[in-house]
T-cell receptor, first 114, second 113 residues
Framework: GAVVSQHPSRVICKSGTSVKIECRSL??????MFWYRQFPKQSLMLMAT?????????EQGVEKDKFLINHASLTLSTLTVTSAHPEDSSFYIC??????????FGPGTRLTVL | GENVEQHPSTLSVQEGDSAVIKCTYS??????FPWYKQELGKGPQLIID?????GEKKDQRIAVTLNKTAKHFSLHITETQPEDSAVYFC????????????FGTGTRLTVIP
């Protein structure tokens, strides 16, 4: 399946700062990538669909101005959490859809906002 | 939209025994049902999947069954090993063109040595 990396794996930041998370598809060109958020002991919730060369599609309740997504190339999507607050602390995971219906997930990024 | 329910939320089994996790879905248009294993601090790993044109699929100790009429699908792990301990998520999607995954709430499986 597709190999997906994320960087950084962990980040701690102060409240009010912005944090950028990168998602890379290492062996598969992806016109679409997905961003999920997972709170402790909970399931994954889809935040947005990242589209190469066009605007991202956000799920209901997700603030597009707070979670900026840039899909700059077929192998890279970035999620920027702007003006982060403690309630944004979570595990952020990206996924890449493969040839059929499969989705392959990155290792995740643990964000802690102090 | 799709609603996926998963049971049980926690499951403990003795090493060597079988484990069964069940999920139901609501959208009859869903046609692809993957299962993911997530270890602590890591991303979900696809372990097996099934499409709506198949009733059962097996891969070594892991099998998945699908009942389209009843809208439920199950994960079966036989001869469990301690390394099977993890959180397992089922998911459903309509597939290409609308391939947003809808996840179940997860099952924490503990295999007791």
């Amino acid at each position: 399946g597709a190999v997906v990396s994320q960087h950084p794996s962990r980040v701690i930041c102060k409240s009010g700062t912005s944090v950028k998370i990168e998602c890379r598809s290492l062996d598969f060109q992806a016109t679409t990538m997905f961003w999920y958020r997972q709170f402790p002991k909970q399931s994954l919730m889809l935040m947005a669909t990242s589209n190469e060369g066009s605007k991202a599609t956000y799920e209901q309740g997700v603030e597009k101005d707070k979670f900026l997504i840039n899909h700059a190339s077929l192998t890279l999507s970035t999620l920027t959490v702007t003006s982060a607050h403690p309630e944004d602390s979570s595990f952020y995971i990206c996924s890449v859809p493969a040839l059929l219906d499969e989705q392959f997930f990155g290792p995740g990024t643990r964000l802690t906002v102090l | 939209g799709e609603n996926v329910e998963q049971h049980p939320s926690t499951l403990s089994v003795q090493e060597g025994d079988s484990a069964v996790i069940k999920c139901t879905y609501s959208d009859s248009a869903s046609n692809y049902f993957p299962w993911y294993k997530q270890e602590l601090g890591k991303g979900p790993q696809l372990i097996i999947d099934i499409r709506s044109n198949v009733g059962e699929k097996k891969d070594q100790r892991i099998a998945v069954t699908l009942n389209k009429t009843a809208k439920h699908f199950s994960l079966h792990i036989t001869e469990t090993q301690p390394e099977d301990s993890a959180v397992y998520f089922c998911a459903a999607t309509r597939g290409k063109g609308a391939n947003n995954l809808f996840f179940g709430t997860g099952t924490r499986l503990t295999v007791i040595p």
